[in-house]
């Protein structure tokens, strides 16, 4: 369920009608949150409303992640609610170290249900401290299947002004790709905070799929396809990434060693880079192309 | 006796008289004749200006028991009915029979009028508003007429509704009776839903509050039908006629929808070349217009014609080459009065040619695709868009019915749950337009298509289109919902509905009686 994540969708976790419709939008996973969009008076009722949305309403083909509170301000309380709902996964806000994770995982662990599959963890790092323990972060813990950048606490702390061109949070994303590239788990970007601004999502978008990223976070169901338009692979890709597997079951069959394409030697990471551009085809709706 | 939608309706209804049940959509045949109208005489150096309404009602004579007619133009910014309704009360006239294509809540004081005996008979097309829950509690003694677009237009050329006297209210006018929709502190563009009563009424009265020199042009309704012109201080408001705000959707869910709706356009065989195309001004239909004009660039398309609700979405449509005119039977902003009074490929049309069946072509047989709301649609593919699940009368046909049958295809968008209730049932509580005009139905949760129509279902599944039976929709908002309890209403019938054809479809009875 969450091998691919372009787009990760967020949706208020005190919101009965948008928790219902969460599913329509085709999002790779959705987002229950717990935290930032509930007011602290609301949280107690977001956390039945979420456990009962993860019980009863039907996310199609979206994973289902929620969002928690940081531990010391509620995320154990939210573990306890919702962890028996299986999620696939938790999203950890403001993670700074190591240890951040261990705890969550901790609670994890004693409160899965037996034959649960386990809940992953997805940390969220959104301070200069988090940013500069990523890989450590990352690695910590075999839960941890993707780094997520939450950019505007980050330049908040560091000083700097947010802009729609981001190159204040040009080396944090870099920073964040390099450590969940390193550590082998994938790196979801910031989202794109101007909701009417297409134009804008679509050149923020293709910039983070330049640095290397393969997903982004989604603050309003109308970023979605627009996401996954600029995050899919085009039609020369896809031809190329069948191609470099052809070749290589070729050369597997022919028992060849080094093999090439167009002059080019195919190593490892191409041939990763080509599975994956294949895996995300998969997605790609019939109608997608036209939408 | 059953409409052949299955629907109980009486073999006559008091107040509305003998009935004949609808039986298809193309099933009754057409009368023989028109109704003729009055002639009419005017002499050099007559004066058709008059200096009251009051004037107006005793030059005629308006008498006790008269039907006056009235369009919708100016929606909920109307004046002129509120107006002539004060002169009628305040001279005493008895038993009005009102004839207006729609009812808006601006004319709450109609309430007033039925109960102090001013107006006992209504006939109308649409009804939002406070009038329409006071019908339905009873508060008139007669059942409301509900008709289509289309069908008050053959209903006044045959002369099954015979108007007395039309009040038109007129953004602009001369002083010898020509009327248009494009100029004044009121334009409102076309005054197509006016024209039948124009040209059949017995008397014929232009409201305005812009009075020009002769002659006006271009010329809407002509001198040659209008009887009297008198100027008021004010028949409408504008911020009701073209509000401006007509805007596409902002609400993710509907959004959704409409760009299904654009994706079954696009997949159904029909986006091609001279596509036309029908849509309302609600703002998830301006949403899939907007979606389907994307594709039709992609594609390099240009349609023919585009009709409806005209806004300044539709006019941008046009001035960008997707599509070579506009026809037009009414406008929703400045931007689209605007573009009637200036671009000769903007057609100002009647009501009758928009979708009168009972004529030798009406537009919406022409149409390719049109996308339509639902406030109730069932397994048969009926749609109710006249009552609430309360019974409360909240809406009606206008052009809904014309423009299902009119096309190709029919395309409803809704949400599959409005609030907590699955707006798809095993049968609506009204129906309005019948199932067998209304080919696909699309919603947040997936599309259903009419079983009539299985090679637009193999279409639409071969696209990749989320094709999902129709009982298999229906269980799964009732999985998310529960299943609504149905309602029954048995009181006496407050309004009939009558298809285009005038044969009746289904009654409105009496609600929370």
Redesign the interface.
């Known amino acids: 369920m969450l091998e691919v994540l372009r787009s990760m969708l967020f949706v208020p976790g005190n919101n009965p009608a948008m928790l219902q419709n969460a599913g329509v939008f085709g999002a790779d996973a959705v987002i229950l949150d717990l935290e930032d969009a509930v007011a602290p008076r609301e949280k107690d009722a977001a956390r039945f409303l979420v456990a009962e949305a993860l019980r009863q309403v039907d996310f199609k083909t979206s994973a289902r992640v929620v969002r928690i509170n940081t531990l010391d301000t509620g995320g154990a309380e939210d573990l306890r609610r919702v962890v028996s709902c299986a999620p696939a996964a938790v999203l950890v806000p403001k993670v700074q170290s190591a240890s951040d994770i261990l705890a969550v995982a901790g609670l994890l662990e004693t409160l899965e249900q037996p034959g649960q599959a386990p809940v992953q963890i997805i940390a969220l790092i959104e301070t200069p401290r988090g940013l500069a323990e990523a890989y450590s972060i990352a690695t910590v813990h075999p839960r941890v299947i993707a780094l997520a950048f939450g950019a505007e606490d980050y330049t908040a702390a560091i000083g700097a002004k947010r802009t729609k061109e981001g190159l204040e949070i040009i080396s944090a994303r870099g920073v964040l790709i390099n450590s969940a590239a390193a550590a082998g788990v994938a790196a979801i970007d910031t989202p794109f905070t101007d909701i009417n601004d297409e134009a804008g999502l679509r050149a923020d978008v293709a910039l983070a799929r330049q640095l290397g990223y393969k997903g982004k976070l989604a603050i309003h169901p109308r970023q979605v396809d627009l996401i996954h338009e600029v995050m899919n692979p085009s039609v020369e890709e896809i031809r190329w990434a069948q191609r470099v597997l052809a070749v290589l079951r070729q050369a597997e069959q022919e028992g060849a060693g080094a093999v090439s394409l167009d002059g080019k030697m195919i190593d490892a990471p191409i041939e990763l880079r080509a599975r994956h551009v294949l895996k995300l085809a998969e997605n790609i709706p019939a109608g997608g192309a036209e939408q | 006796m059953k409409s052949a939608v299955g629907r109980e309706v009486p073999a006559t209804v008091v107040g509305y008289g003998p009935v004949t049940a609808y039986a298809g959509a193309f099933q009754t045949p057409q009368p023989e004749r028109r109704y003729a109208p009055m002639m009419k005489q005017a002499r050099p150096g007559d004066d058709k200006v008059l200096g009251s309404l009051a004037e107006a009602f005793r030059r005629i004579p308006v008498k006790d028991g008269m039907t006056l007619s009235f369009h919708h133009h100016f929606r909920n910014g109307d004046g002129v009915l509120n107006l002539v309704l004060a002169v009628a009360a305040s001279l005493g006239r008895k038993n009005l029979n009102i004839m207006i294509s729609s009812i808006f809540p601006v004319h709450a004081p109609l309430i007033d009028h039925i109960k102090s005996g001013v107006v006992s008979g209504l006939d109308t097309n649409y009804i939002s508003g406070p009038v329409g829950r006071a019908l339905s509690l009873g508060v008139l003694a007669n059942p409301v007429i509900m008709r289509t677009h289309g069908g008050r237009a053959r209903a006044i050329e045959a002369g099954q509704a015979r108007v007395d006297v039309a009040f038109i209210a007129a953004p602009a006018c001369d002083r010898y009776g020509n009327v248009t929709g494009t100029m004044g502190p009121a334009a409102c563009g076309s005054l197509g839903y006016a024209m039948p009563d124009a040209e059949y009424a017995d008397h014929v009265v232009a409201v305005t509050d812009y009075l020009i020199d002769y002659p006006l042009a271009p010329v809407s309704i002509p001198q040659t039908r209008v009887d009297y012109v008198v100027k008021v201080e004010k028949i409408g408001d504008p911020k009701g006629i073209v509000s401006g705000t007509t805007t596409i959707t902002k609400d993710?869910?509907g959004?959704?929808i409409a760009?299904s709706a654009a994706?079954v356009i696009?997949?159904s065989g029909l986006l091609k070349e001279g596509f036309s195309f029908q849509t309302g001004a609600g703002g998830a239909s301006l949403a899939a217009a907007d979606y389907m004009a994307r594709?039709m660039e992609?594609r390099g398309i240009s349609g023919s014609f585009a009709m409806g609700g005209i806004t300044g979405y539709l006019v941008n449509m046009l001035d960008r080459g997707l599509f070579k005119r506009i026809i037009d039977v009414q406008d929703f902003d400045l931007e689209a009065v605007k573009s009637l009074a200036t671009n000769p490929n903007h057609l100002e049309v009647s009501a009758g040619y928009y979708a009168n069946p009972f004529n030798a072509g009406c537009v919406v047989n022409m149409l390719d695709t049109v996308i339509l709301g639902a406030t109730e649609i069932d397994t048969d593919f009926n749609v109710n868009v006249t009552t609430g699940s309360d019974g409360i009368i909240m809406g009606g046909s206008g052009g809904h019915s014309d423009a299902a049958a009119g096309a190709k295809m029919t395309i409803i968008v809704a949400n599959l749950?409005r609030g907590r209730l699955p707006i798809l049932l095993d049968k609506v509580l009204t129906v309005t337009t019948p199932g067998e005009t209304v080919d696909v139905l699309v919603t947040?949760?997936g599309v259903a298509v009419n079983p009539r129509r299985n090679e637009l279902a193999l279409r639409l599944r071969?696209?990749?289109?989320p094709v999902r039976d129709v009982q298999e929709l229906k269980a799964?908002a009732e999985?998310?919902a529960g299943v609504p309890r149905t309602p029954v209403f048995d009181g006496r019938i407050v309004g009939v509905v009558e298809y285009r054809d005038g044969t009746l479809i289904d009654v409105v009875r009496q609600a929370g009686g």
């Open positions: 993710p869910v959004l959704k760009q994706n696009a997949a594709i992609k749950l947040e949760h071969e696209a990749g289109l799964l999985k998310m």
